[in-house]
């Protein structure tokens, strides 16, 4: 992973540049969910994993048994049904994970228009990610990576606010007004 870069500097006249060694086959891929309950804190519930070299056969993102995984550590946790708003993510909409949450009766699924992550309160959780823990930080091999990984994901967990700040920077509310009959 190329980190963030927050400052740099160079003599006058002359254009800073940053080196980073070759990048790295490996891959690590992070899946969360921003769980928002009226009258309740706000939990951030995350799995990161590290994936094999996929060119020795190996995966380099989520299966849908991830999120599958997930979504059931989740229900336990949370003790309550899930409404899941998605993006379009092909896993998200795969075949077999839509007939897992069908077969569910404590999970609903709703899934964001095209291209919109704004509207995605996590997109804003990975902006914290990235400019909080991983800013200026060459990592030195992939369990450094990890680390710190899940201690900046850590750090926005228990802060429930920060996770309330990226629902309220989407326009979003838990509950939408009823229609009034006219």
Known sequence: MTPPTARTWARRGHTPVIRVRGRSHR???IAALACYKHGERTRLIYRPRRHVDHREGGRRSFTWTDYRDLLIDAHQQLGAPIVLVWDNLN?????RMRQFIDTHDWI???FLPAYAPDLNPVEGIWSLL???SQINTAFTDPDH???TL?????QIQYRSS???GCL???????ATPRPQPQ
């Open 27 to 29: 891959r690590i891929s």
């Open 91 to 95: 896993v998200h909409k795969d075949r």
């Open 108 to 110: 609903s699924c709703y």
């Open 130 to 132: 990235r400019r909080s």
């Open 145 to 147: 990576l990890m680390r």
């Open 150 to 154: 899940r201690h900046g994901l850590r």
């Open 162 to 164: 920060l996770v309330d």
């Open 168 to 174: 309220a920077e989407t326009n979003l509310t838990l």
